[in-house]
């Protein structure tokens, strides 16, 4: 019995040892009330979504590409309000992107980065002068766009 006893206390050693920065930083931030953050900023997303918050003015509208199913959509959506959300499939025909750019004066062109290969309407756009990357690191790619060298109709 001395023995479990001693393992465990030597496990509950480790632990403290192992997780000790954590727990003090974690705390700290229970101290001054913000456990939320200290959760949030672990998350690549959010890291992206708040650096995208101070280039995108509230007042633009930008275009996401992403897969409904993962989720992510909402949750860029809601740090990035009041802006305008546009969501269309990663997968897109790229005349259909330059008309919704077009159609809707997007000035941002978000696309969360995924596993699956760039669809064409991505492709056309990393392509096109209309289109200028914003340096950003974060799991996902943003573009400025001037929406006004755009101006042609939707043929498919």
Do not use: C, N
């Amino acid at each position: 019995m001395g023995l479990i006893i001693g393992l465990w206390g030597l496990q509950v050693l480790w632990l403290i040892w192992h997780f000790g920065p954590e727990a003090a930083d974690l705390a700290q931030r229970a101290a001054r009330g913000k456990i939320g953050t200290a959760i949030r900023q672990e998350e690549p997303l959010y890291r992206w979504a708040t650096a995208l918050q101070a280039v995108i003015p509230e007042s633009a509208t930008y275009v996401f590409l992403d897969d409904y199913a993962a989720g992510k959509e909402i949750e860029i959506r809601y740090y990035l309000t009041p802006r305008r959300h546009i969501l269309q499939a990663p997968d897109l025909p790229a005349s259909f992107l330059f008309f919704v750019l077009h159609q809707e004066q997007a000035a941002f062109l978000l696309i969360r980065e995924t596993q699956e290969p760039l669809g064409p309407g991505v492709k056309a756009a990393l392509q096109s002068p209309a289109f200028q990357p914003v340096k950003i690191p974060g799991p996902g790619l943003a573009f400025r766009v001037d929406f006004s060298r755009l101006g042609w109709g939707f043929y498919d």
